[in-house]
């Protein structure tokens, strides 16, 4: 099955988030908390002008019955991407199927594991 490509709209969109993500570590580097990432993150989406809401309940049915606080995604941008923003020493699998579990149990198609906690290159 092959994925239908992205909209310009959507591309666009992204690369916003994108360099939100690249903007907020750039200025503050690794090692503080997940929530301090997401609000400045959030900030940069504002400057943006993209329209974000934090901590999404995302539900979950089981049995016949809908379990709405089973899980909480960080960012949702535009009604369109999701944005898991992490402040973790090793890239966890773990958040990847975190991830990919939103992506299936929203159907939204486009998300972002963000991790914050790895440091630039002397380059950039």
């Given at each position: 099955?092959?994925?239908?490509?992205?909209s310009k709209t959507q591309e666009e969109i992204a690369t916003k988030v994108v360099d939100s993500a690249y903007c907020v570590h750039k200025a503050?580097?690794?090692?503080?908390?997940?929530?301090?990432?997401?609000?400045?993150?959030?900030?940069?989406?504002?400057?943006r002008e993209l329209s974000y809401k934090r901590q999404i309940k995302v539900p979950v049915e089981y049995d016949g019955i809908k379990f709405n606080n089973a899980f909480r995604l960080d960012v949702l941008v535009e009604d369109l991407i999701i944005c898991e923003l992490k402040a973790e020493q090793n890239n966890n699998s773990v958040s990847q199927a975190q991830?990919?579990?939103?992506?299936?149990?929203?159907?939204?198609?486009?998300?972002?594991?963000?991790?914050?906690?790895?440091?630039?290159?002397?380059?950039?």
């Open positions: 099955m092959s994925q239908k490509e992205l503050l580097g690794p090692g503080l908390l997940e929530n301090v990432y997401e609000i400045c993150f959030c900030h940069e989406l504002e400057k991830l990919l579990t939103y992506l299936r149990l929203t159907g939204k198609r486009l998300g972002f594991l963000i991790n914050l906690m790895y440091r630039l290159s002397k380059t950039e």
